[in-house]
């Protein structure tokens, strides 16, 4: 099944801005399962430290900690975060030495979330972006959180 993961304010219920990566996965159903399994392990109220307080574009240490314990290659920070320069950092810890609590950028955002998602089972492919496709979120998929509100600022 393909659909659209929204990253930011989908609802239009703040600041209004948001992107959508199309993915795809054999259910919305088993994406929420992964939420699910992430919340019964780093607890309930992990995903609203995954940068969704308005302008505050980073993460909680608690999802750093889950990132880290699931062994999140440096690469996918190196590559995808164009806000910081990593330069000489091996591991994630070594980042979190340089600097404990640094912004991101939306698009390490969003690949650490899908990365972390698949880590608990989702099945996540990130496909090239087309039409018509469903966006899974809280109205889509009740229960389903979605993340990264606070990587925009009016």
């Not at 609802?11 to 919340?39: C, F, K, P, T, W």
């Not at 690949?111 to 090239?128: D, E, M, R, S, T």
Request: overall charge negative; glycine content about 8%; aromatic content about 14%.
């Amino acid at each position: 099944m393909k659909f659209y993961i929204p990253f930011g304010d989908w609802s239009d219920d703040g600041h209004g801005h948001y992107e959508n990566v199309l993915v795809a996965a054999n259910s919305m159903q088993d994406v929420l399962d992964a939420e699910d399994r992430i919340r019964d392990n780093w607890g309930k109220s992990f995903f609203d430290g995954f940068a969704n307080d308005y302008a505050y574009s980073s993460l909680s240490p608690t999802v750093w900690e889950a990132l880290i314990a699931n062994n999140m290659p440096i690469e996918i920070l190196t590559a995808y975060d164009d806000v910081n320069d990593w330069t000489g950092c091996h591991t994630i810890q070594e980042a979190l030495d340089a600097d404990t609590c640094p912004a991101l950028g939306m698009e390490f955002i969003e690949q650490a979330f899908i990365w972390l998602l698949n880590k608990y089972g989702a099945g996540i492919v990130i496909l090239p972006e087309e039409e018509e496709i469903p966006q899974i979120n809280n109205w889509t998929c009740p229960g389903f959180e979605t993340v990264g509100y606070g990587c925009w600022e009016d």
